[in-house]
């Protein structure tokens, strides 16, 4: 359905996107994840043709994004990371507006919209305008607007930034029906938590290149750790100096929080403690976890996914 073939971007001297290759197959959701500043949007932007590639591809069901053929493009729909919605039209008219661009109209277009408003449980609020809704809601509807003329491949970029957890809830369900339907889906996040829970396949981009392309089995069979420690300390700690310690596989710190790998908490736990200690390092809270893609991350680049 989708082939993402080496995609390169640059502006100026700065390479955003950099041989950028993955791959989907219909009913796939793959997940894009990586850090702000990974080259998650632009690469979305290439898939559905918004900007163009400075080299490489991308092919939907075997036919360039890039063609003039507008039949192609009208496969694909687009859920910005900005909201895209007019305030001062009604929900059901935001969406017969995005249907007519896409050559939707009369009782097709009409059907259409209902039935995509349906799916995202704002069949109620038909009548009702933007301006009137939450954040989540607004969100919703914008996934809504992406779906009215049934595409088959759907690109949504950070699609939950700055709701409450219910909305996203009801985002990630509305995604599992899609997915159940057949609906190709691309979804860029940093929250791994968001990718562990939806994607058959996940990408993880930093820098503007793919560090690690797997299932998520495939990703946990590289994790280097078992578990990890997350300290809150005061002061800076020697990180170089703490991976020295028995045990120790991994170790970041930002903003005075300390995120460690170990192989085992019941002995590397007291051994990080007591190395804290010897520095003079005073621990205001400590708690444990098994280790997860954030620690893959970690052990990747170095640094945390939401550096």
């Keep these: 359905m989708l082939q993402v073939q080496h995609l390169h971007k640059a502006y100026a001297a700065r390479q955003v996107v950099s041989d950028v290759s993955f791959s989907a197959e219909p009913g796939q959701i ?50 910005p990371q900005d909201i895209a919605l007019y305030e001062g039209l009604s929900a059901l008219g935001n969406l017969e507006i995005f249907g007519a661009l896409y050559g939707l ?10 039935a995509a408003l349906e799916l995202v449980g704002l069949a109620d609020r038909a009548r009702d305008k933007p ?9 919703r509807l914008n996934i809504a607007c992406a779906l009215v003329h049934d595409p088959d491949i759907l690109l949504l ?3 939950t930034v700055g709701i409450d957890p219910q909305s996203r809830n009801a985002i990630f369900d509305n995604l599992e029906t899609l997915k159940a339907r057949g609906k190709t889906m691309v979804y860029t996040t940093h929250y791994m ?21 797997d299932t998520l089995a495939g990703l946990y069979r590289q994790l280097p750790v078992s578990a990890t420690l997350e300290i809150d300390v005061d ?32 002995t590397s736990a007291s051994t990080v403690l007591a190395w804290l ?19 893959l991350f970690l052990a990747l680049t170095g640094r945390q996914l939401r550096d």
């Excluded at 109209?105 to 209902?114: D, E, I, N, T, Y």
């Design 30 to 79: 793959i997940g894009l994840l990586g850090p702000n500043g990974a080259g998650k949007t632009t690469t979305v932007s290439m898939i559905c043709g918004l900007t163009a590639p400075d080299q490489g591809s991308v092919l939907l069901s075997g036919q360039r994004i890039d063609t003039d053929d507008s039949a192609v493009k009208r496969k694909v729909g687009f859920v």
């Design 235 to 266: 002061g800076e700690v020697d990180i170089a100096m703490l991976k020295q310690l028995a045990g120790v596989k991994t170790a970041a710190q930002e903003n005075g929080r300390l995120v460690v790998g170990v192989d085992s908490l019941s």
């Design 105 to 114: 109209k009369g009782a097709q277009l009409r059907q259409s919209s209902l």
């Design 131 to 139: 301006d009137t809704f939450s954040g989540g809601m607004k969100r």
């Design 277 to 295: 200690a010897a520095g003079s390092h005073r621990v205001m809270r400590i708690s444990s976890g098994r280790a997860n893609l954030e620690t």
């Design 193 to 213: 938590e968001e990718a562990e829970r939806l994607c058959d396949r996940i990408v993880i981009m930093d820098h503007g290149k793919v560090i690690a392309n």
């Design 157 to 159: 970029d950070e699609p």
